[in-house]
């Protein structure tokens, strides 16, 4: 109904524009206005001004954001239908003269139309954007949330103009903290002061934090985490002075509401390093149009490598886990217009034939082996459930997909593989050592392996945030009034966030699948920058919640658990970095185990494991790194000397 009044209002402009032009340039036509002649002559201009302006798009614009574009199309829709309308009295005048018509009356009626069209539009872009709109609007600005804007002047006009289009108001931007060394302080962005530059901007929150000025919000633009040396601490001073804190990500719905993009500012966002932005369109290709299995779909990264590949386009996602309960709330966070496309199975990776009928039917094309155990102290106590999902679990589900003719398996390893000390990390390090074995035995001496399947193990520390992490733990803690617990005040962790992890796992499987063999690799490894500091991620959360370490929240340490390291490694020493030319990953070439070798500690495992002899089966584990040892030694004492190295 608005369009259809806006079609009307615009040829009501035509025809008054036709009569000014005649009055102003005093011209008087031979026919009368409403004879049969002037009738017909009207309703042809209707028309043809009608189906220009609707071919030039002129109604595909929303009046409160239409800009210059906007208003250059009217100006070349008025030239032109000026120009069609002269062509037409010529015409007209070639088979019968009309007195009264020459080019003075076209010229006027050019800038008259674009005069009265334009007004219109130009009017209520004013009204709503412009200073009159805030008079006029008054009350709704007092109902509005008092925002205080951190970022880039350009994105605080963007900001600005559109808080102040949105019907109801939500924000009313206060002040501009610019984040641009030397921006013009006091100065106004429509209308708006910018209160604060770097680095200064820690004060003037102080400030309005304090009471001095009230405020509702704090709106920290696009990367600002990364741009601002001191983001934690706004952060924590604004929810301290309990302002909610968050981050302008975008445009949404902007042809009808033009709403801004505002997330929740969370601790995820805070501790992460500099992301390197996904190559979406090469993930996309390799997971687009196949058919996905998730084993451990249900924990933390399984759920986000779910999600990840319904979003690029796979064609089916099987999620295989064991927990009923984390199944069920995996079905509800995945858009519903994905469901037709998930499947789920309640299966345990270590049982074979329960594996083989899900690959079976399921018939995958990737399977990413996310299932595992996982906490330290506990698979200390559990060293045989450890055993037997970690290791087991890995080889069963590698062998069907071999035996299945699954083209790539990526299993999801763990920083804890390196230099392992506790049950956790010798059983992840066994896995890989499975995987590693699988990728270099030739097709036939395993059993039934196809030369088809690929076999890569991801490598990488922490992910913050997953389920059973420092942070969770944390987070509980200080909610209940703390103490926070910490094993010891050195102890540092390699953290990403999981959708950082899930996309570089996603593209390390991409590019495996295109190397030929000879020129692949085993093992792949996220680059997660530097280690953090787990007393710096504690006292971070706590004064992210608005309360001081040590004095409102208590940290206790209650020393190292058995198994647990101070600092973890993502390599070992005799693992060399292979540049790959992609960001954040890198190829380890390193000596693998056998395939006899692993047959052989697995049946050692298996025997051990059935006698309850723990002692025993951490033996035949380390009897694989012995093996593997000892194979590369052999390999360097076959290498010819030179005679120099002979003396």
């Not at 719905?253 to 090469?282: C, F, N, W, Y």
């Not at 991620?537 to 001081?548: H, Q, Y």
């Amino acid at each position: 109904m608005r369009r259809a009044f806006i079609m009307v209002q615009d040829v009501v402009m035509v025809l008054v524009a036709v009569a000014l032009s005649l009055i102003l340039s005093r011209s008087n036509l031979s026919f009368e206005a409403f004879s049969n002649e002037g009738l017909a002559t009207w309703a042809g201009i209707v028309v043809i001004s009608h189906l220009l302006f609707r071919y030039s798009g002129l109604y595909t614009t929303v009046w409160r954001f239409a800009s210059t574009p906007d208003f250059f199309n009217i100006l070349k829709s008025c030239a032109i239908l000026t120009f069609t309308l002269y062509m037409a009295s010529l015409l007209l005048r070639f088979y019968r003269p009309v007195a009264g018509l020459n080019e003075r009356q076209f010229i006027v009626f050019f800038l008259v139309s674009f005069t009265i069209i334009s007004a219109p539009r130009l009017f209520y872009r004013f009204l709503r954007d412009g200073a009159s709109w805030g008079i006029l609007s008054r009350k709704t600005d007092q109902q509005a949330k008092r925002a205080l804007f951190v970022g880039r002047l350009g994105e605080a006009d963007l900001i600005i103009r559109f808080t102040r289009t949105a019907q109801p108001a939500d924000y009313s931007i206060a002040g501009i903290m610019a984040t641009e060394r030397g921006a013009p302080l006091g100065t106004r962005i429509q209308g708006v002061p910018v209160v604060a530059t770097m680095p200064r901007l820690i004060d003037v929150l102080e400030d309005y934090a304090t009471g001095t000025k009230s405020l509702d919000l704090l709106i920290f633009g696009s990367g600002a985490e990364h741009e601002i040396e001191d983001y934690s601490e706004l952060v924590r001073i604004a929810r301290h002075g309990d302002i909610n804190v968050v981050q302008f990500s975008g445009l949404s719905e902007l042809e009808q509401h033009g709403k801004l993009v505002l997330d929740t500012v969370e601790m995820e966002t805070i501790l992460r390093r500099p992301t390197v932005a996904s190559d979406i369109q090469r993930i996309g290709a390799f997971v687009g149009g196949k058919r996905v299995l998730v084993t451990g779909g249900a924990g933390s990264i399984g759920q986000t490598l779910v999600r990840r590949s319904l979003e690029l386009g796979a064609e089916a996602v099987l999620v295989a886990d064991n927990s009923e309960f984390g199944i069920f709330q995996l079905s509800q966070y995945v858009d519903e217009k994905d469901h037709d496309r998930l499947k789920v199975r309640i299966v345990d990776v270590a049982d074979r034939r329960q594996i083989t009928r899900v690959v079976t039917e399921f018939r995958p094309d990737i399977i990413f082996h996310a299932a595992a155990l996982k906490h330290v102290p506990l698979l200390e106590e559990n060293w045989d459930s450890a055993i037997q999902t970690n290791i087991f679990g890995t080889l069963v589900c590698a062998e069907v997909a071999a035996k299945c003719g699954v083209a790539q398996f990526v299993l999801i390893s763990s920083d804890k593989a390196v230099d392992p000390s506790s049950v956790l990390g010798m059983t992840k390090r066994a896995a890989e050592q499975i995987i590693s074995a699988l990728h270099g035995t030739p097709a036939g001496e395993t059993s039934g392996r196809r030369p088809a399947t690929k076999f890569i193990a991801v490598r990488f520390g922490n992910v913050f945030g997953s389920n059973g992490s420092v942070a969770t733990i944390f987070q509980a803690q200080i909610e209940a009034g703390g103490p926070v617990t910490i094993t010891d005040r050195r102890m540092t962790r390699y953290f990403m966030t999981v959708a950082e992890a899930v996309d570089l796992v996603i593209m390390s499987a991409a590019d495996a699948a295109s190397r030929q063999s000879g020129d692949d690799y085993a093992v792949y490894m996220l680059d997660m920058g530097k280690p953090v500091p787990i007393l710096e991620v504690a006292e971070t959360m706590i004064r992210l919640s608005g309360k001081s370490p040590y004095k409102d929240v208590a940290i206790r340490f209650t020393g190292i658990r058995p198994g647990e390291k101070l600092h973890e490694t993502l390599h070992g020493e005799d693992e060399e970095l292979v540049e790959l030319g992609i960001s954040k990953i890198f190829g380890l070439s390193t000596d693998v185990v056998e395939w006899s070798d692993v047959q052989v500690a697995l049946t050692a495992l298996q025997q051990s494991a059935k006698n309850q002899d723990k002692a025993a089966a951490l033996a035949a584990l380390a009897g694989l790194d012995r093996a593997k040892k000892a194979r590369a030694s052999a390999r360097q004492d076959a290498i010819p000397k030179t005679a120099g190295q002979a003396t």
